[in-house]
């Protein structure tokens, strides 16, 4: 079955660094998405990108966050300037009709640590 | 008050009990309803979609919508040890294009052999 892969699963950054987390969404898949979760809280809406723009953002997707589509398979999210509140697991997810009417499919997550 | 309220559990039953879970809702604008399991570490996995009022089955789950009462629930029959997971519901509104969902917090379960 298609997935959406992250990597890398785990990353730990210093405070003020720039990390850099990969996704490649499911191939015929056009719509893309990151998610947070904190530790014991909800999945938190970051960002949706199609047609390699973003097409909406929450009020977390600050200044401090971009998204890129490099290439035709990766989809990347950079975080600037880490704090330590940026601790969380990052989902990435995409789905193959515009709003994921039917749904996403969600990468396995990449837990970032800032020390 | 929050838009998406969901009991945490722990929801502890025997296996091959019903599992009963549900979410309210505050917002009437939210006509796309999912049910995701997460088990622990992972991303979410889609159990179920729906968007009218209304049962919905698909093997042993069932998806039930009563937006007049803003409440969804899921159901699992014939519940499994593998079951143990965390049950999102998650939803938006149908004007949102762009697939902006509103996640509960999540209820973890627990079925015991």
């Known amino acids: 079955e298609p997935e959406v892969t992250q990597t890398p699963s785990h990353q730990v950054t210093q405070m003020g660094q720039e990390v850099i987390l990969r996704c490649v969404p499911i191939?015929?898949?056009?719509?893309f998405y990151w998610y947070r979760q904190i530790l014991g809280q909800k999945v938190e809406f970051l960002v949706s990108?199609?047609?390699?723009?973003?097409?909406?953002k929450s009020e977390i997707f600050d200044d401090q966050f971009s998204v890129e589509r490099p290439d035709g398979s990766n989809f990347t999210l950079k975080i600037r300037s880490t704090k330590l509140e940026d601790s969380a697991m990052y989902f990435c997810?995409?789905?193959?009709?515009?709003?994921?009417?039917?749904?996403?499919?969600f990468g396995s997550g990449t837990r970032l640590t800032v020390v | 008050q929050k838009e998406v309220e969901q009991d945490p559990g722990p929801l502890s039953v025997p296996e091959g009990a019903i599992v009963s879970l549900n979410c309210t809702y505050s917002?009437?604008?939210?006509?796309?309803f999912m049910w995701y399991r997460q088990y622990s570490r992972k991303g979410p996995e889609l159990l179920m979609y729906t968007y009218s009022s209304g049962n919905k089955e698909d093997g042993r789950f069932t998806a039930q919508v009563d937006k007049s009462s803003k409440y969804i629930s899921l159901f699992i029959r014939d519940s499994q040890p593998s079951d143990s997971a965390t049950y999102l519901c998650a939803m938006k509104e149908f004007t949102d294009s762009w697939g902006k969902f509103q996640f509960g917090a999540g209820t973890q379960v627990v079925v015991t052999p």
């Open positions: 997810a995409s789905s193959e009709t515009t709003g994921g009417a039917f749904g996403y499919t």
């Open positions: 191939s015929n898949h056009l719509y």
């Open positions: 917002n009437s604008a939210f006509q796309y």
């Open positions: 990108f199609y047609n390699n723009e973003i097409s909406e």
